[in-house]
Structures are given as structure tokens and as C-alpha cells.
């Protein structure tokens, strides 16, 4: 397999921002097939803006985001609406519509875009709370899950295409550190089983030495990265002394 086709996502030169602020400038990276990819940084320095146009959700300033080698930037109308269908995403908030069971929730994708049966596409989303661990709260309401579960409601969502690509943002966020350690066990279950590859904007510290194969490291003063690796490498062993003392949780 030739270098490119082992990247699920190809990053060029990408420049972003808002009205006349640059939060980001020419940043460059690829995400390979099957690993979990994080991106980190001090507040401030652009990883849900990075996210955000990863995820197709605001056009950059320049450069392109390449999913499976196609770009998502150029892309018009059916081509982009491919491109979309091959990535979920999963939401700091869970992002659960309040007025639907846990299984209607997850079924959203495919009353939107599929034209399956009633019975296939409630098979379908039972099948993907099996997967995380909830299909006995298939009826329950969000408002009576955990926030872990609803999280992990999200997750099955988010993956009910049979996407490729699962991008998360902030995952762990308000999560006691049990649920987290859980959810990080879902991720690496679902790397293994189904092949997905995962991109997360987290600060979980935890989180990102459990189960990030490597991780950027985003620097507002530079508008781009400044350290790209494996996590644990990085901690010990990165030329920026920022970086290790941000990377091992020490004060200044």
C-alpha cells in the first residue's frame, strides 16, 4: 500500500480563521488508516476551529482537507455529500434529541439518508447500541442515561453508516474517571473490531496515553504545530520543553 493510501485524512497547507484573525496558518498532517489521532493544545490555540473544518463545517481560508484522497474543500454538492457519508462525529454535548428513545436517536441517520425498512433500520441501530454496550437502554429517554451512556449513545450513532472516520470532540469531558477509562476501552474495542479510524480533540491527559497512537500539539504563539508523535515519546523526549511540561501536567 503506497503512503497515500494509507491516510484516511491529508491536511495541505490548510490556513483558517475568522473575519481578519488567523488562528491557524499553512498547518500540515496526515491521519493513517486504523489509528487514534489527537489533537491537542493550550486554550486558544485552534483545535475545535481545526476540528470544525476537518468535519466540513466552515470553508478555510486556504489550503485543502483531503479525506480518502478526495478533497472535502473543492467538493461539490454529491461528491461532498460522499465524502460526508464517510465520517461520524460525536459531540462534547452527546448532542441526544430529549423527545426520542435511545434507539430512535441512533436510527436518525438512517430515516435521513437510507431508504430501508422499518425493521432493517431498527435492527441496524440495535445492532450499534449492541456494540457500545446499550442495547438494554434501547427505550430509555437521554434524560435517564449517564452522561457516560449518553456519550456512548452518541458514539453509536455517529457510527450507524458504517463510517470510516469517527471524529470526537472532547469525549471525556465531564466524566468521572471510571466512565472515562471505560470509554477508552470502547475506542480501542472499536479500533480493533471494526477498523475505525479516530480523531479526538481532548484534554484528557489519560485518555490521550491510553489510547492515541499520536497526537499534534497546536501553539497559538506559532499558529500551527509544534510537536507531532507518539504521546508518551513526546512527554519524556520532545525538543520543546513546553511541550513536555504541558504534555506531563506540570505547572509554570
Not at 33 to 47: M, N, Q, T, W
Not at 117 to 143: C, F, Q
Not at 197 to 215: G, K
Not at 226 to 244: K, M, N, S, T, Y
Request: charged share 25%; with cysteine; glycine share 8%.
Amino acid at each position: 500500500m503506497s503512503p497515500a493510501a494509507r491516510n484516511m485524512i491529508e491536511v495541505r497547507d490548510l490556513t483558517v480563521g475568522y473575519d481578519d484573525r488567523l488562528v491557524l496558518e499553512r498547518v500540515n498532517f496526515q491521519v493513517r488508516r486504523g489509528e487514534v489521532f489527537a489533537i491537542l493544545g493550550a486554550s486558544g490555540s485552534g483545535k475545535s476551529t481545526l476540528l470544525k473544518h476537518l468535519i466540513g463545517l466552515y470553508q478555510p481560508i486556504a489550503g485543502d482537507v483531503l479525506i480518502s484522497g478526495a478533497s472535502l474543500v473543492h467538493a461539490e454538492r454529491e461528491e461532498r455529500l460522499l465524502i460526508l457519508r464517510k465520517f461520524g462525529v460525536l459531540y462534547q454535548s452527546g448532542a441526544l434529541f430529549g423527545s426520542l428513545t435511545t434507539v430512535e436517536n441512533v436510527r436518525l441517520p438512517l430515516d435521513e439518508f437510507t431508504e430501508l425498512s422499518e425493521m432493517a433500520k431498527d435492527l441496524i441501530a440495535l445492532s450499534k447500541l449492541r456494540l457500545v454496550g446499550l442495547e438494554s437502554a434501547a427505550t430509555k429517554l437521554p434524560a435517564d442515561l449517564s452522561g457516560g451512556m449518553q456519550k456512548r449513545a452518541g458514539i453509536a450513532r455517529a457510527i450507524v453508516l458504517d463510517p470510516c472516520i469517527l471524529f470526537l470532540d472532547e469525549p471525556s469531558a465531564g466524566l468521572d474517571p471510571i466512565t472515562s477509562a471505560g470509554l477508552d476501552a470502547l475506542i480501542r474495542e472499536l479500533v480493533r473490531g471494526l477498523g475505525i479510524t479516530f480523531v479526538m480533540v481532548t484534554h484528557e491527559l489519560a485518555s490521550i496515553y491510553s489510547v492515541a497512537d499520536r497526537v499534534i500539539v497546536l501553539d497559538p504563539h506559532i499558529r500551527g504545530i509544534v510537536a507531532e508523535g507518539p504521546p508518551a515519546w513526546l512527554r519524556d523526549h520532545a525538543p520543546q520543553p513546553w511541550v513536555r511540561q504541558f504534555l506531563n501536567r506540570e505547572a509554570t
